[in-house]
């Protein structure tokens, strides 16, 4: 009885990063210091979207009703609920840089900075770098996590619309 063969040794063993093209490649850094800017509005601009499941959990997170909260905390703009700010910030940032829904705010909240659009070169050394003093510190996150975590945001979107 003959051994098999081995394998032929592979003479360009392939990466899962070979040929990466992404400018992220070798991952990003992340760590929040609170300074609070994302939870800032851009002039008439609010830019935090929440889907109606989200807004169900918020509202219970307050002990509100869904009728109340919506009247109190969401601006309907094209079809899509974001947090209303009338003022110059989220209205659930507390002073300390502190949000004071955390373990029910939403999941844009929960996934900044890995946003797709926020992935696009040029965008994260540049106005990004120009608000969140937490990019390019702290943990890192490999090129895959980060799309991963872009990816399912965007099919979040997706799935929930933002419409009701
Ligand atoms: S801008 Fe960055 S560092 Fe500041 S609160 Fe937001 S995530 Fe944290
Ligand atoms: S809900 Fe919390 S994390 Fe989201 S923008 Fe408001 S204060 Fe910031």
Not at 45 to 69: C, N, R, W
């Amino acid at each position: 009885m003959t051994q098999p063969e081995p394998p032929e040794p592979q003479t360009q063993p392939q990466s899962p990063t070979e040929g990466d093209a992404r400018w992220y490649k070798d991952g990003l850094c992340f760590s929040c210091t609170a300074c609070g800017n994302c939870c800032k509005s851009n002039g008439d601009y609010s830019h935090v979207y929440i889907t109606p499941p989200e807004i169900q959990i918020l509202a219970a997170f307050l002990d509100m009703g869904e009728k109340d909260f919506r009247e109190k905390h969401i601006k309907e703009t094209d079809g899509w609920s974001t947090l209303d700010m009338p003022g110059p910030q989220c209205e659930f940032l507390e002073d300390s840089g502190l949000c004071s829904v955390y373990e029910a705010r939403p999941r844009q909240c929960r996934t900044w900075p890995f946003w797709e659009e926020n992935l696009k070169p040029g965008v994260w050394q540049g106005p990004m770098k120009d608000i969140c003093p937490g990019l390019d510190t702290g943990p890192h996150h490999s090129a895959d996590q980060v799309d991963a975590i872009a990816r399912a945001n965007e099919e979040w979107y997706e799935s929930n619309g933002g419409l009701d």
